[in-house]
């Protein structure tokens, strides 16, 4: 089973738009952490937003902000006014496991693709 | 460094060659991964280093695939007698104190013909 499903292969907004990148994960872990990445054309990969497991509060950073339903195990991704250099690939993904053990890991997704349009 | 650095950026092989990949984390970086990236696909995970110790290689394709990280600083991934199937991009990321960011490299762009 998908630990990690990104059921949107590609979306496209308008630029000055909000859009929502869905993210569903599956864990038996009480503890976790679920990340955003973006990855550009040029193939870095980069950090956008953190949610752990036990806040309360849905995470926030800039324009993004992370949609966190415990109870449907979903990590949604919003971004508000979407910009041309938003387009680009993003990724979900979910650390589980021990520090200190071989469980330690991070599962992605298979990725959004996101065309904003101008 | 400030980030994260691979070498080489882009790697060429024939088949059955074998090849050499390297990592240096951030310094003081306990956690260092690597993945592998296929083409439009996310990165699956390969192995994980705590330190020196390799705490996890399940995600190695096969034996021809090796990891070690000697002094708990930089990494070197190698594969031996290199497949078509090995090109890929490899990611390397370390992981500090702080675990709600992991910092990635660039990247390894391997072409196996």
């Known amino acids: 089973a998908q630990k990690i499903t990104q059921t949107q292969p590609g979306m496209f907004v308008q630029e000055k738009e909000a859009v929502t990148l869905d993210c569903t994960y599956d864990t038996s872990d009480q503890s976790y952490g679920l990340f955003w990445y973006k990855q550009p054309s040029s193939g870095e990969m980069i950090f956008l937003i953190y949610?752990?497991?036990?806040?309360?509060q849905n995470a926030t950073e800039g324009r993004y902000s992370l949609n966190f339903q415990k109870a449907r195990k979903s990590a949604n991704l919003v971004i508000s006014a979407s910009q041309l250099g938003d387009s680009a690939m993003y990724f979900c993904?979910?650390?589980?496991?021990?520090?200190?053990?071989?469980?330690?890991?991070?599962?992605f997704g298979t990725g959004t693709r996101l065309k904003v349009l101008a | 460094g400030a980030g994260v650095s691979q070498s080489p950026r882009y790697k060429v092989a024939k088949r059955g060659q074998d090849v050499a990949l390297r990592c240096d984390p951030i310094?003081?970086?306990?956690?260092l991964f690597w993945y592998q990236q296929a083409l439009g696909q996310g990165p699956e995970f390969l192995t994980y280093f705590q330190n020196e110790a390799q705490l996890d290689k399940s995600g190695l394709p096969s034996d021809r695939f090796f990891a070690e990280r000697p002094e708990g600083s930089v990494s070197t991934l190698k594969i031996q007698r290199t497949q078509q199937e090995d090109s890929a991009v490899y990611l390397c990321?370390?992981?500090?104190?702080?675990?709600?960011?992991?910092?990635f490299g660039p990247g390894t762009r391997l072409t196996v013909l």
């Open positions: 990321a370390s992981v500090g104190i702080r675990e709600d960011e992991q910092f």
């Open positions: 310094s003081g970086h306990v956690s």
């Open positions: 949610q752990g497991s036990y806040d309360e």
């Open positions: 993904a979910m650390r589980e496991g021990i520090f200190t053990s071989g469980t330690y890991k991070y599962i």
